[in-house]
């Protein structure tokens, strides 16, 4: 299976502005989710979109998904130092659950 | 809820030895476990789908006989690198899924692999 791409591979801003990351796949997909990884440790489950879904929120999160342009976005609102890490989109084929995971981007929020 | 534990966090082991990494749903029962590869400033890949009480699923490029999974119950996969070499050193990733039907997988924290 192929991985996605991510972009942009690195961002760095400063507290408080928003932060956008994309993904592009290439396979029709049942889902597609966002994950959360601080260095040198595990994932955090960020948010699920399924392929009928074009939006989703939670919290300062917005997620879209564009299953035309086989797109998402992952949009930090009003971001925090905290928030500094590596975010990976993963793309659920329905081959079992298993999942594709992007190539993902490097957050830096700087205080 | 939906935790999941990985056992050791690292480990460091000589060329030729065998390493077991356990991975185990605290909270919940699965009938699948995925184990993952990362490899530094890289993306996680997928190994081998685990599936209780049957042999697991290897992707393509894996080595079945070298990387031996068993899941022997609802709530324990182990993985086990057979005769580690450092090209296997690496940051090995569980997740599993929650038997109530979620889509949702549930990720370890990890497990940092060193082969001197």
């Known amino acids: 299976s192929q991985q996605g791409e991510e972009d942009p591979q690195a961002l760095s801003i400063q507290e408080g502005e928003n932060a956008t990351m994309n993904c592009s796949y290439k396979t029709s997909i049942n889902n597609l989710q966002w994950y959360r990884q601080n260095s040198g440790r595990g994932l955090v489950h960020l948010i699920l979109?399924?392929?009928?879904?074009r939006e989703k929120h939670s919290g300062r999160l917005r997620v879209t998904l564009d299953t035309s342009k086989k797109s998402s976005s992952l949009l930090i609102t009003a971001s925090r130092a905290a928030d500094t890490a590596s975010y990976f989109c993963?793309?659920?084929?329905?081959?079992?659950?298993?999942?594709?995971f992007g190539a993902g981007t490097i957050l830096r929020v700087k205080s | 809820g939906a935790v999941v534990s990985q056992h050791p966090s690292w480990v460091i082991c000589k060329s030729g030895t065998s390493v077991k990494i356990e991975c185990r749903s605290l909270?919940?029962?699965?009938?699948?476990m995925f184990w993952y590869r990362q490899f530094p400033k890289q993306s996680l890949m997928l190994m081998a789908t685990?599936?209780?009480?049957?042999?697991?699923?290897?992707e393509q490029g894996v080595e079945k006989d070298k990387f031996l999974i068993n899941h022997a119950s609802l709530t324990l996969s182990t993985l086990t690198v057979t005769s580690a070499h450092p090209e296997d050193s690496s940051f090995y990733i569980c997740s599993a899924l929650n038997l109530a039907g979620a889509d949702t997988q549930y990720f370890g924290p990890g497990t940092r692999l060193t082969v001197l």
């Open positions: 979109i399924r392929s009928n879904e």
């Open positions: 685990s599936n209780e009480g049957s042999k697991a699923t290897y």
């Open positions: 909270d919940f029962q699965a009938t699948t």
């Open positions: 993963a793309t659920d084929q329905g081959y079992g659950n298993k999942l594709v």
